[in-house]
């Protein structure tokens, strides 16, 4: 017994200084906090105590021991006294406060509802966003606080952020309940929302109050009434009016009883006293423009091929270009050259639009209220209309090309550029020749451009013609083949041909140019035929003063290939290839030599300066049985005066001296004489004749014959 009462003793004495502390404003423990509960030797106690939502810790052995709204000192002695059931030495117990903590609870349109500890010190935008914040759809100015002890406090959130006011939030308590409600935008099905659509939703949660604007505006909603607010705000809030509104004719129900609003004069003239006062709980409209038909003094009428055709009101010193934009301006399809401006006295006048703007046209035509402006349709065409284009800024194309036409044109273009555009020459275009009509001081100069060469060999860009606006380029077609198609030979111009006649394979008319030569043309015509005399092929010169012939010996080429042969042959030049068995009237006389007397083959034969007689005797088939061949006359006819020789043709076999052949010209004339006509022969025969008759007369006297 004694021993109890010194411990009481003892106890009361070490509970004074704690009881004194206390007294002086130590907090008593709450819900939340959590206590470190220290008893030697006891691993049980290792860890923290947290006071639970019923004010009591929960302690090994023992079970549950209220705590809540003790100072720390009493809460150490309920827990030793508890403890004392069920431990005995607890001399070294002793009990601190680790850390305070807020247990609340979060409800309602937040991403995680439910409990949450903050620090002691937190607010309802801290117990917010540790249940993982707002989502949409919440009411921000009805946010509710909720008590233990059953008072709520309605929390205007949306207040303090915008203000930022820390006095608007009530501070928490252990136990309290914030619940955010939904806004009555988001109805009664749960669907998703977004920022945007809850946005145009408007922000009116009272229906009692709220003021909804619907019609011809872009955002219909219901908004919240805010003292002071006009009708101009309130369409405003809702994006403004369409385009397709009647500004004039604006509803307004204010406590049911109607009002309607003329907001195209409050514009126009600013005068308050015009907007009506905005109720809560009231209804705007804006209607839609009724179509009609206008009509007024001072109306001017835009018809046909216009973006925006229709009535406009015209004031005074407006043109008819103004008008014309007015309408939005003429469409593609609409043919600008064509306008007709219908007067009110039923008067017609017509407008160029396009020569007006090319500074053709004088002033365009006044326009007064009541008349009509109409713009027609152009007539279809698969093809742009060339009227587009005015003749100051295109070039004409034509010829032989894949695309030919009428091409706008603008000075920092090439002639290259233009063929490009149409198309390119075609297979059978004649590039070399190109013609380009330049239209100058009322005058057509014709220039030509050899694309061809300049393709090949290069050149100056200097070199290709300048083309400008206006001009005409000519691409010429090359002829078709002379044999097929004779009617084609109209369209090769003379100084772009030649001529080839005679033995060749396809004689006629021939394109022909400066890197041409005379094999390129000969073999052209298909070469010479079977019976050519390419040893008196003949080429005349035409185009230069006097006349000038060339003779082509086209077999010395073929058998020496010196090209010194041949001759340069230039366009509206003549070939003409003989035939060997021509008549002999063809042949001149100084290009012959004539072979006469007994030969085989007496004639006319053609000479060349490399040839003997030797080769004329052997060409006329030799001397023939009867030749005086001793006695052969070579008469020189090629020479300023006739001379004779004559040429022993067995002496000279005999010999095969060379130096005993005389000389032949084409010219000449070769006898051989019969041996009839020799002197000494005739003699013989002559005394032979003699001889017999008297050898006769003598037998026959001898017989004595008379």
């Known amino acids: 017994m004694a021993l109890r009462i010194l411990l009481l003793t003892v106890m009361l004495f070490l509970l004074a200084p704690i009881q004194a502390w206390a007294a002086e404003g130590e907090p008593n423990l709450k819900i939340g906090d959590v206590l470190t509960i220290d008893v030697p030797g006891e691993a049980a106690f290792s860890r923290p105590f947290q006071i639970d939502r019923r004010g009591m810790v929960q302690l090994p052995e023992v079970g549950g021991v209220m705590v809540k709204d003790r100072t720390l000192a009493e809460a150490s002695a309920a827990i030793r006294e508890a403890l004392g059931r069920a431990y005995r030495d607890l001399d070294k117990l002793s009990v601190s406060l680790k850390e305070q903590k807020l247990l609340v609870s979060v409800h309602g349109y937040v991403k995680n509802p439910g409990n949450v500890e903050l620090a002691p010190d937190a607010t309802v935008q801290m117990a917010i966003v540790a249940a993982g914040g707002l989502v949409q759809g919440a009411q921000l100015d009805k946010i509710q606080l909720k008590r233990p002890n059953g008072t709520t406090t309605e929390i205007d959130y949306k207040k303090y952020l915008d203000s930022g006011d820390m006095t608007l939030l009530p501070r928490l308590e252990p136990l309290d309940v914030v619940f955010v409600p939904a806004s009555p935008l988001t109805g009664k099905v749960q669907i998703e929302f977004d920022g945007r659509t809850l946005a145009a939703a408007g922000d009116g949660a009272e229906e009692h109050s709220a003021i909804k604007v619907f019609g011809e505006v872009n955002t219909p909603a219901i908004f919240a009434w805010k003292k002071g607010a006009t009708v101009i705000d309130m369409i405003m809030r809702a994006g403004g009016v369409t385009r397709y509104a009647s500004p004039d004719q604006i509803r307004i129900?204010?406590?049911?009883?109607?009002?309607?609003?003329?907001?195209?004069?409050?514009?126009?003239?600013?005068?308050?006293?015009?907007?009506?006062?905005?109720?809560?709980?009231?209804?705007?409209?804006?209607?839609?423009?009724?179509?009609?038909?206008?009509?007024?003094?001072?109306?001017?009428?835009?018809?046909?091929?216009?973006?925006?055709?229709?009535?406009?009101?015209?004031?005074?010193?407006?043109?008819?270009?103004?008008?014309?934009?007015?309408?939005?301006?003429?469409?593609?399809?609409?043919?600008?050259?064509?306008?007709?401006?219908?007067?009110?006295?039923?008067?017609?006048?017509?407008?160029?639009?396009?020569?007006?703007?090319?500074?053709?046209?004088?002033?365009?035509?006044?326009?007064?209220?009541?008349?009509?402006?109409?713009?027609?349709?152009?007539?279809?065409?698969?093809?742009?209309?060339?009227?587009?284009?005015?003749?100051?800024?295109?070039?004409?194309?034509?010829?032989?090309?894949?695309?030919?036409?009428?091409?706008?044109?603008?000075?920092?273009?090439?002639?290259?550029?233009?063929?490009?555009?149409?198309?390119?020459?075609?297979?059978?275009?004649?590039?070399?020749?190109?013609?380009?009509?330049?239209?100058?001081?009322?005058?057509?100069?014709?220039?030509?451009?050899?694309?061809?060469?300049?393709?090949?060999?290069?050149?100056?860009?200097?070199?290709?013609?300048?083309?400008?606006?206006?001009?005409?380029?000519?691409?010429?077609?090359?002829?078709?083949?002379?044999?097929d198609n004779k009617s084609q030979w109209t369209r090769q111009a003379p100084e772009q041909s030649i001529y080839v006649m005679g033995q060749v394979g396809a004689p006629g008319r021939y394109a022909f140019n400066s890197t041409l030569g005379f094999l390129d043309i000969i073999t052209a015509a298909n070469g010479p035929t079977g019976t050519a005399d390419l040893r008196n092929i003949r080429v005349s010169h035409r185009g230069q003063t006097g006349a000038k012939m060339t003779n082509v010996n086209l077999s010395l080429y073929l058998q020496t290939g010196d090209e010194k042969l041949l001759p340069r042959v230039k366009p509206g030049d003549v070939i003409y290839v003989p035939d060997r068995t021509k008549d002999y009237l063809d042949q001149p006389a100084s290009r012959t030599v004539r072979m006469l007397g007994a030969i085989n083959k007496p004639g006319r034969y053609q000479f060349s300066d490399d040839m003997s007689l030797l080769d004329l005797l052997a060409e006329a088939g030799g001397p023939n049985g009867d030749a005086l061949q001793e006695k052969i006359l070579v008469i020189n006819m090629s020479s300023g005066q006739a001379q004779a020789r004559v040429f022993d043709l067995l002496g000279f076999a005999k010999t095969g001296d060379i130096n005993r052949l005389p000389v032949v010209r084409a010219g000449d004339v070769v006898y051989v004489p019969n041996k009839s006509q020799d002197e000494w022969r005739q003699f013989r025969d002559e005394a032979k004749d003699i001889i017999q008759a008297a050898s006769l007369f003598s037998i026959m006297s001898a017989l004595g014959v008379r």
Not at 256 to 275: H, R
Not at 336 to 358: C, L, S
Not at 398 to 422: C, H, I, N, T, V
Request: hydrophobic residues 40%; proline residues 8%.
């Open 253 to 483: 129900i204010n406590k049911g009883t109607p009002v309607v609003f003329n907001l195209a004069a409050y514009l126009d003239s600013g005068d308050k006293k015009l907007l009506p006062e905005i109720e809560p709980g009231a209804t705007i409209f804006v209607p839609k423009q009724v179509e009609e038909v206008r009509r007024g003094a001072l109306t001017v009428y835009v018809m046909g091929e216009v973006a925006k055709p229709g009535a406009f009101e015209t004031k005074e010193g407006a043109t008819f270009i103004d008008i014309l934009a007015n309408a939005g301006g003429p469409t593609r399809f609409a043919d600008t050259r064509q306008i007709r401006i219908i007067r009110g006295t039923g008067k017609v006048e017509m407008f160029d639009m396009p020569k007006y703007t090319e500074g053709k046209a004088g002033k365009p035509p006044a326009v007064s209220a009541g008349d009509a402006i109409f713009v027609p349709e152009k007539n279809e065409t698969q093809e742009p209309s060339w009227l587009k284009i005015p003749t100051t800024r295109a070039v004409q194309v034509m010829g032989a090309l894949y695309k030919p036409g009428r091409f706008e044109w603008a000075d920092e273009m090439s002639l290259f550029d233009l063929l490009a555009q149409a198309g390119g020459p075609t297979a059978r275009a004649d590039i070399a020749h190109i013609q380009i009509l330049r239209n100058e001081n009322d005058r057509a100069n014709p220039i030509l451009f050899n694309l061809e060469s300049f393709l090949k060999g290069g050149g100056s860009v200097k070199d290709v013609p300048k083309i400008r606006a206006g001009y005409i380029i000519m691409v010429p077609e090359l002829p078709q083949d002379p044999n």
